[in-house]
């Protein structure tokens, strides 16, 4: 069982930036992924950044170019900074891990019952 403890939401005006923590209590292995999901009112859960196979990077179309994952291993612990915010950043973000790797749909590897460990979530809340 791996526990996920998100950490740095908050409220921001647009333009500015926020850091997410996620901190994992055990190692996640290299065949594994680990990432960030964000859910805003009345949308379905969507994935934003996930850290795949042998530490490879893929960011959704919604928010590449303005935020960066990046793995620490020593920690534990991945960061989500989050550059550039809009209004329709806002959401609850949500760290997600699996020991058994993330398979690819519609060339995303954002299915959601890949993901077996989720944290409890931190809001994020942009205004205009």
């Known amino acids: 069982q791996v526990q996920l403890v998100e950490s740095g939401g908050g409220s921001v005006q647009a333009g500015g930036s926020l850091t997410l923590s996620c901190a994992a209590s055990?190692?996640?292995?290299?065949?594994?992924?680990m990432g960030w999901f964000r859910q805003g009112p009345g949308k379905e859960r969507e994935g934003i950044a996930t850290?795949?196979?042998?530490?490879?990077?893929y960011y959704s179309d919604s928010v590449r170019g303005r935020f960066t994952i990046s793995p620490d291993a020593a920690k534990r612990t991945i960061y989500l900074q989050m550059n550039s915010l809009k209004p329709e950043d806002t959401a609850m973000y949500y760290c997600?891990?699996?020991?058994?790797?993330?398979?690819?749909?519609?060339?995303?590897?954002?299915?959601?019952?890949?993901?077996?460990?989720w944290g409890q979530g931190t809001q994020v809340t942009v205004s205009a």
């Open positions: 850290v795949y196979t042998d530490r490879n990077i």
């Open positions: 997600a891990a699996s020991q058994d790797g993330c398979t690819w749909r519609n060339g995303a590897p954002f299915i959601v019952g890949d993901y077996r460990y």
């Open positions: 055990a190692y996640i292995s290299l065949s594994g992924c």
